[in-house]
C-alpha cells in the first residue's frame, strides 16, 4: 500500500501528467495519484485536497505555474461552475487526440486479446463544435434568496444547482424556449418540487428539437399527475413560441436519479416531432432515445453502415434499436432487420418509423436485448450481421453469452463508453476478431466520446 499521506485542505505543488477518463488531470504527489479538474498534461499547478484517501486524492486547482500551450479559455461564463462539460479549456484539436487515447487507456486497463495491434483510427470532430446538443434537461430549483424558480445543471460531482440562461452547446432554440418557459413558471408562480422536504410539483423541464424539422417538443416532468395552471401555460406557450409543436407531462414520482417516470401524459399538440437523418424520417416520443447529436449521429450511423457492410439479402439485428435509426437506415439492403427496447414508446416509433418507409421487413419488439437475442438465436434465427449500441453500462452478460455461443459472421459495436466497451472486448475477443475502432465525437467540450468498433467472427 501506498505510504503517502495527504490530507484535507493541504496545498500541494505538482506536475500533470495525462489526462484521466472524466477530462480531470492526473498528477503525483510523491507516488500518491491526484486527481486535479481544469488542468491539462505538461502543467505545474499549485491545488489544495478536497478528498484524501489512502490510494489517491481528488484536489481544486489554486493556481497554474506553468501553462500548457494547449489550453484556451473557456467561452462559457458557467464553465467553472457547471459540471456539463469538462474540457472547454483544452484546444479541440488536443480534445479529439485524447479522445483517442481515452481509448487507449481503457484498452490498456482491460487488456482484451491482442488489443496492443488494434487499428485505432483518429477522431472524427465537428467543424463547429459548439450549440450541436439537440435535448436539455434542465433541473428546477427555488431560490429562497431570490423568489424565483431557477433552471440549470447540476454542478461537478454535487448536487447544488448552478442557473443556467445560455448554454454554448445547446442548440439555440432550445435555450430560448427553457428561457421562456421559465419566465412563464416564475410569472404563474408554480410550486417547484423540493427533494428534501419531498413537497411541490416541477421538477425538470425537457426540450428536444428536431434540428432538420425545426419541430419542437417541451415535457414538463412532475412529481404528481397535477399540473397547476396548465391551460395558462398552454396558452401562452402557443402565443409565446410557435414552434413548440408538441407539449408533454412526464410523471417522476420516486427518488431517484432517473428524469422520467413511466407515465406520460399528452397536454397538447403532436404526441411526437419529426427529425430526418438522411432521406428517413423519424417520430420521437418523450421517452424514445436518440442521439443528442445529429449532425455527428449522420457521420456515427455512416461509420456503423460502413463497418456493418451489409450486403443484399443479409440478415442484421439491430440491439438497443431506440426509434431504429441504424437498422432501418440498412432496411432497404436486409433480408430482414430485428430490434428491440425496453421503452414501449420507442418500438412503436420504430415500427411507425417503418411503416413510413414501407418497409416489410422489419421485426420490433419490447424487451432487453439481453432476453430478447439470445430467445431468437436458440429458436434457430441466424443473423448475419448483429449491431448493439448499449447504454454505457455496456453488454448484459446473457448478451455476450449469446454473442459468443452464436456468432455471427459480423458485429459492430457502437460505445459511448470506452471503459465498458473495453471490458466487453475482453470476452468477445475469444470469439471475434477486431478489425479497427474508430472513434466518433459526439459530445464536444466533454470527456464523452462515441466508438464504432468492427468484429468479424474467428
Known sequence: MNQVQVTTNQTLQIKIKRLGINGEGIGYYKRLIIFVPRTLPGEDVQVRVTKASPKFAEAELIKIIKVSPDRIEPPCEFYDRCGGCQLQHLAYNKQLDFKKDLLK????????????NYKL???????????????????????????????????????????????????ETTQKVLNTVLELINHYQLPIYNEHKNSGILRTLMVRIGIETGQVQLVFITSTPKLPKKNHLIREINEKLPEVVSIMQNV?????????????????????????????????????????????????????????????????????????????????????VRGMDIIPQAIEDAKANALRKGFTNTRYEVGTAEELLPQWLAAGFKP????????????????????????????????????????????????????????????PQTARCEVVVKLTKK
Open 105 to 116: 487507456q481503457s484498452l490498456e486497463k482491460f487488456k482484451p486479446a491482442d488489443f496492443r
Open 121 to 171: 483510427k483518429d477522431t472524427i470532430g465537428m467543424d463547429d463544435p459548439w450549440r450541436y446538443r439537440n435535448k436539455a434537461q434542465f433541473q428546477l430549483q427555488f431560490n429562497d434568496h431570490t423568489q424565483q424558480a431557477e433552471a440549470g445543471l447540476y454542478e461537478m460531482n454535487s448536487h447544488h444547482l448552478v442557473a443556467i440562461d445560455n448554454c454554448l452547446v445547446q442548440e
Open 252 to 336: 417522476q414520482n420516486k427518488k431517484t436519479s432517473l428524469v422520467m417516470g413511466d407515465d406520460t401524459i399528452h397536454l397538447w399538440g403532436q404526441e411526437a416531432i419529426e427529425e430526418k437523418i438522411n432521406d428517413l424520417t423519424f417520430d420521437l416520443s418523450p421517452r424514445a432515445f436518440f442521439q443528442l447529436n445529429p449532425k455527428q449521429t449522420k457521420v456515427l450511423y455512416e461509420e456503423a453502415r460502413r463497418a456493418l457492410d451489409l450486403s443484399k439479402n443479409e440478415s442484421l439485428v439491430d440491439a438497443y434499436c431506440g426509434v431504429g435509426t441504424i437498422g432501418l437506415s440498412l432496411a432497404h439492403l436486409a433480408k430482414e
Open 384 to 443: 448475419d450481421a448483429i449491431v448493439v449500441d448499449p447504454p454505457r453500462t455496456g453488454l448484459g452478460e446473457p448478451l455476450l453469452e449469446a454473442l459468443t455461443n452464436y456468432p455471427a459472421k459480423k458485429l459492430v459495436y457502437v460505445s459511448c463508453n470506452v471503459s465498458t466497451l473495453a471490458r466487453d472486448l475482453k470476452v468477445l475477443t475469444k470469439t471475434y476478431h477486431v478489425d479497427y475502432l474508430q472513434s466518433v465525437d459526439m459530445f
